[in-house]
């Protein structure tokens, strides 16, 4: 199991916007962190460099003790896994195949580009489909499914990659609260089960006080909060919350207060 | 606010109208046609009494001779199967070509420039001039003429693939590349089946447009029953030019139709 | 072997879906059958490889200077025949769309003959056109053109046909409402909700004519393509190579700016 480290990353971006300042944080292997902030505060940004899906300005960012490089993507991405915010399913394929795709990075191009797979693949699949609850329906097309059944889908896509961590970048926000419940509680199961680091982008507070075993608070590209839940009082709440120079804001304590 | 308060409002000049560009343009091009005109020598003389002529030259046409039907289906058949090779050809390159010409696909810029230039050179050169390279260099026939459909068309293929995949959405790229996928794999799960559709629409076009160029390639030798047309109407045989015709327009528009349909069937 | 029950396609069954199968069995068929048609010969085209190779390093000698007049007289030509040929045929194709469209025609049989003379229009290939209009009128540009713009009525006409046909009624009957004739509905209402796309499929025409101009002179339809087809059979490869150099030149100008203007107007519209 891999720990996730964070040294001195500013990220600024062609445009001129810097959307982290300098970030320090270490993430312990097998735990469960939620990125809770604002829009606009550098959440996104952070997970995508730790699967190199962004290059750090300064700074790095290291799996376990290898630096996040994009020449070695490929090693880096079997060890981590992501779930995004529009599932990012390939729609025309099957439920099969899109979490086949999850083994594309153990496979050379020979046998997966004619979509033809190992024994081994397959059953690896039917494991993660059982284990996200959607084994019947396994041969439907992608796009055919709910929103709640695509996240799904793209959590057992992460789990078949067997990696050391997940990150799931607002894996909720396109959801119902329903199903914003049920992938919450099967992220923190597969984190407690199999040790998988977890790191989720969220902006509801409560799923974040519920279900994470430590909190990372972020407004506008700093980390202002890092602790455990019991720790997030209400004017923490406010520090992560607030917009630039509103220093005291009761709309926004009216907005914590239901979020 | 009182009644007292309120005054009379100025009315205001509406803003300079702004500047509008088209009557310019429109002034520019007529004079561009005119002077096209003038230099092609093309006189409206010519024409008015061309069309008096032409209204008798194509009642010529009005009498197909089928005594060479036979021969002809056979050469129609030809053509058609020309159009077919030069378009499985034409799909196979693009098939390669056209993921390094895609911008978010390809590996490297170098590899992006390069395919799109040589894409962009078998666009560039007419079927014709292919043609007769291959007819040089293969003898007389149909395979050239396949070939010289098969390059051109890998162009045009090529290019509407590239642009296809360069507007898959990028998330679907990102969540396939997120599991450390590579170039061909990137291709083969997040590339191919989002365009899937739209390439076959395309494929249908261009086999389409190959049918219809298969027929004029035979008048440079490249097989077929353009080379029949020629000959028939250097000899003024108008009967046997209808025949040729209406079998050329028949094929060209039963595959248009079948194109359709297929295409709608794919919709 | 192992190798039969180590690997599966990811389908129900472990093998290939039935109509992929299907389709590309019959897509093989197809080609071993018509192979001797083309007289596909593999044997052939690896051999003619050398030929290939030895015409085009004969193609690489020393260009003939002096043709470059000639050769730039005759390019005018071509892009002339281009842009005579599309602007006389979107201006023909104005009314012939109206008359095309389900909801502008002025009677259902109108609407019948129209669509299928469009049709006939744009079936045949520009040359069959030239072909037979060079036979009219005789040589030099006027059947290039003529077979550029009859060819282009057929695509034009079409495609306003199928824009007025998804106009949008509200705009139609406000024009109306204030007492509109007929012609004057089409043109102020119908028309403008047409032209959008009107730029882009110009760009698309402008490109396909100017290839199809660029052959016609084979036979005898005015351009470059006389010029082509003779420095090709008398072997002057001098020529040849300018030839091919100012077609790929042209064309591939009118791609590109064709490119950036689509990309400016696609830009302009969401600025």
């Known amino acids: ?259 | 606010m009182s009644i007292h308060d309120l005054r009379p409002v100025r009315s205001q000049d509406l803003p300079p109208k702004p500047h509008n560009p088209v009557p310019v343009w429109v002034m520019a091009t007529l004079a561009a046609l005119w002077l096209i005109l003038w230099d092609l020598e093309i006189s409206f003389e010519a024409l008015a009494y061309g069309v008096e002529d032409m209204g008798e030259y194509f009642s010529r046409y009005g009498q197909p001779d089928f005594s060479n039907l036979s021969r002809y289906l056979e050469l129609m058949g030809i053509t058609l199967a020309t159009a077919l090779w030069g378009t499985v050809f034409a799909l196979l390159v693009a098939f390669f070509l056209a993921p390094l010409a895609a911008r978010n696909f390809t590996p490297n810029p170098q590899a992006y420039r390069i395919a799109r230039e040589i894409l962009n050179f078998m666009r560039a050169m007419p079927d014709l001039l292919l043609a007769l390279i291959f007819v040089a260099a293969l003898g007389l026939g149909p395979l050239p003429g396949a070939l010289a459909l098969g390059v051109h068309t890998a162009g045009f293929l090529g290019k509407f693939f590239a642009e296809s995949l360069e507007r898959v959405d990028k998330g679907v790229c990102e969540g396939v590349a997120s599991t450390g996928a590579n170039f061909p794999q990137m291709i083969m799960y997040a590339g191919w089946p989002s365009i899937l559709r739209e390439a076959m629409g395309y494929v249908l076009y261009i086999l389409d447009r190959n049918v219809r160029m298969a027929s004029v390639l035979g008048l440079v030798g490249a097989g077929g029953i353009g080379l029949a047309l020629h000959d028939t109407l250097r000899l003024f045989d108008y009967g046997q030019s209808a025949a040729l015709i209406l079998v050329i327009l028949a094929t060209i528009l039963i595959i248009d139709y079948a194109s359709a349909w297929l295409r709608g069937r794919l919709g | ?271």
């Open chain 1, 1 to 259: 199991m891999s720990s996730i480290s964070v040294r001195g990353v500013v990220k600024r971006f062609p445009n001129g916007f810097e959307a982290l300042k300098g970030i320090e944080a270490e993430i312990q292997p097998g735990s469960f962190t939620v990125v809770l902030g604002p829009s606009g505060a550098g959440k996104s940004t952070l997970l995508r460099l730790m699967n190199g899906l962004e290059s750090p300005t300064r700074g790095e960012v290291r799996i376990g003790d290898e630096i996040v490089d994009t020449h070695k993507l490929r090693q880096i991405r079997s060890k981590v896994a992501m779930v995004f915010q529009q599932f990012n399913l390939v729609d025309r394929l099957s439920v099969v195949t899109n979490v086949l795709t999850g083994r594309l990075a153990q496979r050379s191009w020979v046998g997966s580009v004619f979509y033809l797979f190992r024994k081994e693949d397959m059953g690896i699949v039917q494991e993660a489909l059982a284990r996200v609850g959607l084994t019947d329906k396994a041969w439907n097309r992608a796009d055919k499914l709910s929103g709640g059944q695509q996240q799904r889908v793209g959590i057992a896509r992460a789990l078949a990659q067997q990696p050391k961590a997940i990150l799931a970048d607002e894996p909720v926000a396109s959801l119902d609260p329903v199903s914003s419940e049920e992938i919450m509680a099967l992220l923190r199961e597969i984190c407690d089960r199999d040790g998988i680091t977890v790191v989720v982008n969220l902006h509801q507070v409560e799923l974040a006080r519920r279900f994470a075993d430590r909190i990372i608070g972020m407004n506008s590209g700093k980390i202002v909060f890092d602790g455990r839940p019991e720790q997030m009082t209400q004017s923490v709440l406010r520090t992560i919350y607030q917009r630039e120079g509103i220093e005291d804001d009761n709309s926004l304590d009216m907005a914590l207060a239901y979020a």
């Open chain 3, 1 to 271: 072997m192992t190798t039969v029950s180590t690997w599966r396609w990811p389908t129900p069954s472990g093998w290939l879906p039935l109509p992929l199968v299907g389709g590309v069995l019959v897509l093989i068929c197809a080609l071993w059958l018509t192979a001797p048609m083309v007289e596909v010969d593999f044997v052939r085209l690896i051999g003619s490889l050398g030929k290939m190779t030895a015409f085009a390093g004969q193609m690489f000698v020393a260009p003939d200077w002096n043709y470059v007049p000639q050769l730039l007289a005759k390019m005018l030509e071509t892009i002339e025949m281009t842009i005579l040929g599309t602007a006389i045929a979107i201006v023909l194709s104005l009314p012939m769309g109206i008359l095309a469209a389900r909801n502008a025609t002025p009677h259902i049989v109108v609407y019948r003959v129209t669509r299928d003379a469009l049709s006939l229009m744009r079936a045949l290939p520009e040359l069959v056109w030239a072909l037979v209009f060079v036979s009219a009128v005789g040589l030099g540009p006027l059947p290039g053109v003529m077979a550029l713009a009859f060819v282009t009525v057929g695509f034009m006409g079409k495609f306003f046909a199928e824009s007025i046909e998804v106009v949008d009624q509200k705009a139609v009957e406000g024009v109306r409402a204030h007492g509109a004739g007929w012609l004057q509905v089409r043109l102020f209402a119908m028309l403008p909700q047409a032209l959008p796309d009107f730029v882009g499929t110009v760009m698309y025409i402008l490109d396909h004519n100017l290839r199809a101009a660029a052959i016609l002179g084979l036979v005898g339809a005015g351009g470059i393509g006389y010029d082509l087809v003779m420095s090709m059979r008398l072997f002057q490869y001098d020529r040849l190579l300018l030839i091919a150099l100012a077609i790929y030149l042209v064309v591939t100008l009118l791609d590109r700016a064709s490119d950036r203007l689509r990309s400016r107007i696609i830009h302009g519209r969401q600025a």
